[in-house]
């Protein structure tokens, strides 16, 4: 009897055994295909290219070897550009200059006056601090005598259109190079505030002055004075007798121009520099 209860007993756990290994079953999550299965379903993925990465690799370690100049040059060119503040982990990142593992480069930058450093981060540092047209135009009237724009090319990235905006609306005087000793030219501002006072000794300087009518004696005097003539007259004549044509000057007489109401006159500002002329025409 004992033996035939147990027998029961077993039964009944067996069924239970059972019954819970086929609800683990039923409810199991497919496992996941191996590495092998999935390199096999995605036969489309481009195979990583090693060459690549040399290049990088190579590029990367020619800038870390590089001269302390050569690499301060591609930081500052990184810094003018964008015109943000880097630290250094984040040139490294832009331009692969190294400054915690370069000390030189690293002290060159904060040494240097187109960079400033704030004790973190790098930015560019222009000569003018200026940002936009309307600043442009303030600092230029700052100065009245001038101011070479050499030194204004560095303030934001379209700064030169934006200084012939200015002298095309004639907001600004911009003399070229032709004219200053500034490669790029001197910028003067255009405001009838700045007022220009002119002794009487140098406008009668200016009316009773005497041009010699031949080119030849204007530049003999130019040199005595110790200027370069711009022209080169006994040059220029000897080269029309080679080629034959006639230098002799013209018996036409050229008729005075009067100032009147049409004439354009740019020096407008000094308008007592033209008093005599009015005069010397009318009395003709």
Known sequence: MALKEQL???NKQQEKCQTMFSSIASSRVPSRPSVAESIIQKPDAAPRKFSDNTKQLQNINSIRKAPVGAQMKLVIDLLFKTRQAYTADQINKACYVDMNANKAVFDSLRKNPKVHYDGRRFSYKATHDVMDKSQLLSLVNKYPNGIDVADLKDAYPNVMEDLQALKDSDDIFWLTSKYTVSKEGIAYPNDIKYPFQVDNEFKALFCDMDIPNDMMDVEKELWKIGLKPATNTAERRAAEQLHGISNKPKDKKKKKQEITKRTK???SHLPELF??????????
């Open 275 to 284: 008093n005599c002329l009015n005069a010397s025409s009318s009395r003709n």
């Open 8 to 10: 029961d007993k077993f």
């Open 265 to 267: 006159i740019t020096n």
